[in-house]
């Protein structure tokens, strides 16, 4: 089993900044793709960002300049978000595209993080 724990959301004025960390664990032979989504009310999930291993980033335009995604040597990723905007209010997600030590390859989620900014 792999799981997918993030962190860091919360509730922060127009301009503002955060950081998101995602934490996988489990049985992981190894880690593809990271990436981070996001899902406003009454809206479809959203892709903001995501990073190949090989260190490929992309970007949704709405978030290109202001937002960063990356990634340590310990099966953690982030997202630095900052500048934001009332319009990036969500609950973002973390997806991670994983070998597993039971020679499977699928992605995986988190449960979810709010993140709330104020006009």
């Keep these: 089993q792999v799981q997918l724990v993030e962190s860091g959301g919360g509730l922060v ?9 995602c ?6 032979s190894r880690i593809y793709a990271m990436g981070w989504y996001r899902q406003a009310p009454g809206k479809q999930r959203e892709l903001v960002a995501v990073l190949t ?6 970007y949704a335009d709405s978030v290109k300049g202001r937002f960063t995604i ?6 953690k990723g982030y997202l630095q978000m900052n ?3 009332p319009e990036d209010t969500a609950v973002y997600y973390c997806n991670a ?4 030590t039971m020679d499977t390859r699928r992605g995986y989620w988190g449960q ?3 993140v709330t900014v104020s006009s």
Excluded: P, Y
């Design 13 to 21: 004025q127009a301009g503002g900044s955060l950081r998101l960390s």
């Design 23 to 28: 934490a996988v664990s489990g049985s992981i």
């Design 112 to 114: 979810g993080t709010q």
């Design 97 to 100: 595209d994983v070998w597993t």
């Design 53 to 58: 291993s090989g260190g490929t980033t992309n």
């Design 83 to 85: 500048s934001l905007k």
């Design 70 to 75: 990356s990634r340590d040597n310990a099966n």
